[in-house]
């Protein structure tokens, strides 16, 4: 991927303000597009945008071609005559800091349920005309997953493996039934996805007016209760009831002593080499019709993933095993003119995985936290960066900026002060503005492309931290209040920005 020297925000669709408990694709989305065109910003970072499953995170999700319903606008839905006003305003009192994705949730499934019932008692010939060419549009993989969200409904969130045996294994008499019995339920969720993405390429098309390009995210896993497992289990390394043989994880590291067992299923890469990794092609070009280059997660699994038994309850015990992320990869660039995506390169990297990441010219990313809390031989620092390359104040996985000085300034460790003392140093700062400081950095960098969390160029502390990796609790609720994106803030970002030639207009 090449791209010019640009920069832009991290901020996730769920923490934009809303009147609706959660970030969503209405008014304050365009809002910010409108803020990152003012702050000279040319690309919006965000996470995955896929339905959210266990832990509301968004990589463990229902779904590797869906879109995340939770984030359709109410509003927009009112204007178009599927929400009445009373259906907008008789809400719960939402916290604005927070997000409660469990009143969200029902609140949203609740006023989806109402917006499909009058598309179909209203039979409004042009949103049906729509809503049948988005069922052609998305055939490929819409009508399995609209049947695994109705047999997920109907047995109570149970994972698909527990199920009854001729529903989980996909026994075609027991499917025509379930098509037939679960009819109304089925249209329901297509038009429940139908709403999504017209919402989305709207907003991608106002962004795009505002010269802003999305970078979206792909995890390189897929959750075990999702259609894709259900629909495919071939494609996985599953025993025969359909429960995993291994799962998906990485061994102890600076997170973790224990690692992180996140759980998801090996894919069988043999039987996926068998169609020349047709489904990671499809998985590819569905995601990049939505947005204008990805971010491909953890690609480090795609020279070896850590495999860990199935029944195991951390990831200590798990083993490197060999991927063919090569033949993957030569596929890829096979089937697509160019490729705009760029790795995840970080944790336990090794030489192959270098080479697979600088064999095929992706780009791969530093974090200045990682940098900055180290001496001057390390590669996390911007003078040892290549141009090809992401830069980052922080992601979504660290605390915000302000929360790690913070933590450094209040630990009594003398690692954690030396590493203070050597970041001030580097810097040439006070620590009064640390997160412009970190900003400055990254921005001035030689790196093509710089992101920077919304957190940090607010300068919000630990509070704001969105992911605290090896926890399953507490993670992805963080909102921003729309009061803190202020015109002050923008002509600050804007300047800097200017000052180091990364405003491409």
Not at 388 to 414: E, F, I, L
Request: charged residues 25%; negative net charge; proline residues 4%.
């Amino acid at each position: 991927m090449s791209i010019k020297r640009a920069s832009g925000i991290l901020l996730h669709i769920t923490s934009l303000p809303s009147a609706f408990g959660i970030g969503d694709l209405g008014r304050t989305a365009y809002h910010f597009a409108d803020f990152l065109s003012l702050s000279k910003q040319g690309l919006w970072q965000i996470l995955p945008l896929t339905p959210t499953g266990f832990g509301d995170s968004p990589y463990q999700s229902y779904s590797a071609f869906a879109g995340n319903t939770n984030l359709i606008s109410p509003e927009k839905l009112g204007e178009e005559g599927l929400l009445s006003q009373a259906d907008l305003t008789h809400r719960p009192e939402f916290n604005e800091d927070r997000v409660q994705f469990e009143a969200v949730i029902q609140f949203k499934n609740d006023v989806l349920a109402k917006a499909y019932q009058n598309f179909r008692d209203a039979a409004n010939p042009h949103l049906r005309a729509e809503f049948e060419a988005f069922c052609v549009y998305a055939k490929r993989w819409l009508n399995d997953y609209a049947l695994f969200r109705a047999l997920l409904k109907a047995h109570h969130g149970a994972a698909w493996n527990r199920w009854p045996k001729a529903l989980a294994l996909r026994d075609e008499a027991a499917l025509v039934l379930a098509r037939k019995d679960l009819h109304e339920e089925i249209e329901a969720q297509k038009f429940y996805q139908y709403l999504f993405f017209k919402q989305w390429f709207q907003l991608k098309a106002y962004c795009a007016e505002k010269r802003v390009k999305i970078i979206g995210d792909v995890p390189i896993f897929v959750a075990h209760n999702s259609s894709d497992v259900w629909a495919s289990p071939e494609l996985f390394k599953l025993k025969a009831d359909g429960s995993p043989v291994v799962v998906a994880g990485v061994p102890p590291d600076y997170f973790s002593q224990d690692g992180q067992l996140w759980g998801n299923p090996i894919y069988n890469w043999e039987k996926m080499r068998d169609s020349d990794f047709q489904w990671w092609v499809e998985r590819l070009r569905e995601t990049l019709k939505l947005v204008d280059m990805a971010r491909i997660d953890h690609f480090r699994g795609f020279a070896a993933a850590w495999e860990v038994p199935a029944e195991d309850q951390t990831a200590r015990n798990g083993k490197w095993v060999d991927v063919p992320g090569r033949a993957l990869f030569e596929a890829l660039h096979k089937a697509f003119d160019e490729l705009p995506i760029f790795a995840e390169d970080l944790g336990v990297i090794t030489h192959d995985v270098e080479a697979l990441r600088d064999d095929f010219k992706l780009p791969g990313m530093k974090i200045l936290q990682f940098g900055l809390g180290g001496d001057a031989n390390n590669t996390y620092l911007p003078h040892h960066y290549p141009r090809h390359a992401v830069v980052y104040t922080g992601t979504h996985d660290n605390d915000t900026v302000v929360g790690w000085y913070n933590s450094k300034v209040q630990s009594a460790d003398d690692h954690a002060k030396r590493e203070l003392q050597f970041c001030l140093k580097y810097l040439h700062s006070t620590g009064a503005e640390i997160h412009w400081d970190f900003i400055r950095a990254a921005l001035s960098s030689v790196a093509d492309t710089a992101i920077i969390q919304l957190q940090d160029v607010l300068g919000l502390d630990g509070q704001a931290r969105m992911n605290l990796p090896a926890t399953e609790e507490g993670n992805w609720n963080w909102r921003v209040r729309a009061s803190l994106m202020t015109r002050e803030v923008s002509d600050r970002l804007r300047e800097m920005t200017e000052l180091y030639s990364r405003a491409s207009w």
